[in-house]
């Protein structure tokens, strides 16, 4: 019903910088709460940042406050993620994810998920 696929990662050194991009298509409409989660090797998916239909109401974890955005082109039906600062702790695979519903999204119960990229950033 509604396909994610993403864009961007790759390796970076600490401080460095990263964009990442989330295209959604099929039944967009069903896309109106998009963001990212990450997973880190042996640990649980865990709640990056999120965005609603309007880009207006934006989400992030503290642990990325003052350095992540996102953005969103609504008619473009893409999500970006510009990771500013990176810090090795930052190393994870990235998720794109997508709902109808903002705080269902931001709970990890999204009904969409993209392929993940890896995000490796090296001390």
């Known amino acids: 019903q509604v396909q994610l696929v993403q864009s961007g990662g790759g390796l970076v050194q600490a401080g460095g910088s990263l964009r990442l991009s989330c295209a959604a298509s099929?039944?967009?409409?069903?896309?109106?709460?998009m963001g990212w989660f990450r997973q880190a090797p042996g640990k649980e998916r865990e709640f990056v940042t999120s965005i609603d239909w309007s880009g207006y109401d934006t989400y992030y974890a503290d642990s990325v406050k003052g350095r992540f955005t996102i953005s969103r082109e609504t008619a473009k039906n893409t999500v970006y993620l510009q990771m500013n600062f990176l810090k090795p702790e930052d190393t994870a695979v990235y998720f794109c994810?997508?709902?109808?519903?903002?705080?269902?999204?931001?709970?990890?119960?999204?009904?969409?998920w993209g392929q993940g990229t890896q995000v490796t950033v090296s001390s």
């Open positions: 994810t997508a709902d109808v519903q903002h705080l269902r999204l931001r709970g990890g119960m999204s009904e969409y």
């Open positions: 099929g039944r967009t409409m069903r896309t109106s709460a």
